[in-house]
């Protein structure tokens, strides 16, 4: 995988206008205002690529971009309080209609704050991409906002709420700092190349 080469595709507003998957796609999901935008940026080096915004909940769209190997997939951040029930259905809608598709899912990067526990969505996302036997990763976001020990300690709170067993994998990054983001790349190239 190139990281310098990367383009936007589209975004897309209902399930039905989404592209045939031909190519293998590493999907990221979380809450609004996880830092899904920032990591996406990090990973391409590449600031204005996916936008990151101050006020949370408004990708409401599923975002595509075309990278060398893969497709790069930002599904709408989920969670956010303050939006209609029906935006919020609607967003639910636009990620179980993504995962129920026939699609080439390589890799999902499940996104979590590390300064907090995993919210009821995020246990609910990631109990389903074990259910259906999808391929994931847990990256916990912001690591830069904690100690090293406060780190370790938070990974291993989350591994033990989410039932995770030693190989289930959990990556703690910063994309401010930039830690983890070579152990995510890596993780990538693994699941393309399954
Ligand atoms: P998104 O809604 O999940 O796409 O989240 P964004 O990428 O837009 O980020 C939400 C907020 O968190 C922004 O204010 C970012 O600057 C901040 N943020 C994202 N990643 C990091 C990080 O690694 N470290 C720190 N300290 N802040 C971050």
Not at 30 to 51: D, H, T
Not at 59 to 66: D, G, M
Not at 181 to 190: C, G, H, N, W
Request: charged residues 25%.
């Amino acid at each position: 995988m190139n990281y310098n080469e990367v383009s936007f595709k589209a975004a897309y507003g209902t399930i039905n206008q989404l592209p045939k998957s031909v190519r293998p796609e590493i999907s990221f999901a979380g809450r609004s205002n996880v830092g899904k935008s920032s990591l996406l940026n990090k990973l391409f080096n590449r600031k204005g690529l996916a936008k990151v915004s101050s006020t949370p909940g408004k990708t409401a769209t599923i975002n595509f971009f075309t990278a060398s190997s893969a497709d790069f997939v930002d599904l709408p951040g989920y969670g956010y309080a303050k939006v209609s029930k029906t935006e919020r259905q609607r967003w639910s809608g636009l990620i179980e209609g993504y995962f129920h598709q026939d699609r080439r899912f390589a890799l999902v990067v499940s996104l979590i704050d590390i300064r907090h526990a995993a919210s009821e969505l995020d246990v609910q996302m990631i109990d389903f991409l074990m259910e259906e036997g999808l391929p994931f990763v847990v990256v916990l976001t912001k690591a830069d906002k904690l100690s090293k020990s406060q780190v370790n300690r938070q990974v291993a709170a989350i591994r033990k709420q989410l039932g995770f067993e030693p190989e289930d994998p959990i990556i703690a990054v910063s994309s401010e700092k930039g830690t983890g983001i070579d152990v995510l790349k890596r993780t990538i190239e693994y699941a393309i190349q399954e």
